[in-house]
């Protein structure tokens, strides 16, 4: 059989949704024949990567539309990382160029019968619909969609944290409806992927049996051997990686730490930027703990992933989180987490780590304090329990993820009857 993959956003050198499209088409082109369709942006990352344009992808230049809609969204977002839903929105109407471009070039392809299953791997936004649905399902292509994840509301008592996020534009989600296809894209796909079983809320009741729940964030196994044994002593250090944006809840996290950072049990490093590193920054120093909390700021991936391996928790505290690339990293390198039960990550750790409740400031902070001093009080059990983290990773390795898709996409075949064959 021969796959079109569809990853708008596909890129190894950015990370989140980007780096996410990539790695899952990489995995799939190890174990299929398949041929990527992405956005011209990705193009030379793609090519740097050792992929070949024409024979590994192809890249569709819709920045006639994408660049205005880019600029637009950066304009009314009113700083970087922020005002998401909005962004979402925005680059929905750029999607539905980009495919209207991608059927221009493959219609007839698919008509023909060149390829078995059509799968749209990014964008993971439920709101972004897919007019290929129906366009494959009238040339008899299966069209599979997702991990979509998103819609995730914002839990009760954090109104100040959603405003400074530039979140007020979630308001206006119902416009989603008014795009094209926004109604028919479910219909006509023949199997819908979501993130996380927060995500099915978006999928109706009567489409459900054709709904499996697949969390789109995965790891390189390969990259992540097992943890060797080393001493765990006083101070526990704990690391978080991210966007420095309100709704990751670092706040939370930092003042669920200041009793243990102030009496030398514990150390923090923060990895990575944003528009909330100086309200943290200003926190750190009124707490009196500067000299026990480290911002690392950006790295590559790979220093990341070593400077991890140097900490004995990860510190997770988002409160409106939809998947966790970064949790799942942190497990894979041994780190025990502790993330606030709600979104993705509590299903992506699930008993490998702390759930603190959701539910007020205060109880967030207590739960996440009280697990992070009893880290402190015995930091000898962190030696069991990231490994017991390091094994959960395990499970959501590229290459299972790919021989699950392969499995799946061979089943679609055979029930709608296509045994395409690849192209000479």
Not at 123 to 151: D, E, I, M, Q
Not at 250 to 279: C, F, I, N, S, W
Not at 329 to 351: K, N, Q, R, S, T
Request: net charge positive; glycine share 10%; with cysteine.
């Amino acid at each position: 059989m021969r796959i079109l993959l569809l990853a708008e956003a596909a890129n190894p050198e950015w990370t989140s949704v980007p780096l996410v499209g990539f790695n899952q088409a990489e995995a799939l082109r190890r174990v299929a024949d398949a041929h990527v369709v992405t956005q011209v942006r990705n193009r030379d990352a793609l090519v740097r990567a050792g992929w070949v344009e024409g024979r590994d992808f192809t890249a569709i230049d819709s920045e006639r539309v994408a660049g205005p809609m880019h600029r637009l969204a950066s304009g009314l977002g009113l700083g970087a990382g922020r005002a998401w839903s909005l962004g979402t929105g925005l680059a929905s109407v750029a999607y539905l160029y980009f495919e209207r471009l991608v059927w221009r070039a493959f219609g007839a392809r698919l008509t023909a019968g060149e390829f078995a299953v059509v799968h749209r791997i990014t964008p993971v936004s439920p709101a972004t619909p897919s007019p290929l649905a129906k366009r494959c399902r009238a040339v008899g292509v299966p069209f599979v969609l997702g991990p979509l994840n998103g819609g995730l509301a914002w839990p009760a008592g954090f109104l100040a944290e959603r405003w400074r996020e530039g979140e007020f534009w979630s308001a206006l989600r119902g416009l989603r409806r008014l795009l094209p296809s926004a109604r028919s894209t479910l219909d006509h796909a023949a199997t819908i992927l979501v993130g996380a079983k927060s995500a099915l809320d978006e999928v109706p009741q009567r489409l459900r049996a054709r709904t499996l729940v697949m969390p789109e964030n995965g790891i390189h196994a390969a990259a992540h051997p097992e943890p060797a044994p080393r001493p765990r002593t006083l101070p526990v250090r704990f690391c978080w990686a991210g966007r420095m944006v309100p709704c990751k809840g670092l706040h939370l996290g930092l003042e669920a730490l200041v009793p243990m950072l102030r009496d030398q049990r514990a150390k923090l490093t923060l990895y990575g930027d944003g528009p909330e590193r100086q309200r943290l920054q200003q926190a750190v120093a009124a707490a009196g703990v500067s000299a026990a909390v480290h911002f690392a700021g950006w790295l590559p991936q790979a220093d990341l992933l070593r400077g991890m391996r140097d900490h004995d928790a990860f510190l997770f505290p988002s409160i409106r989180e939809f998947g966790g690339g970064a949790l799942l990293e942190a497990m894979a390198c041994g780190l025990y987490p502790l993330v606030v039960d709600y979104g993705g990550p509590p299903e992506i750790c699930a008993d490998a780590g702390h759930r603190a409740p959701i539910g007020t400031r205060d109880s967030i902070v207590a739960s996440l304090r009280a697990a992070a001093a009893s880290l402190c009080d015995a930091p000898q059990t962190l030696e069991a329990l990231g490994h017991q983290a390091w094994r959960r990773a395990q499970t959501f390795a590229w290459s299972a993820k790919a021989k699950f898709y392969c499995d799946l996409y061979a089943r679609l075949a055979a029930e709608s009857g296509r045994t395409a064959q690849s192209a000479p």
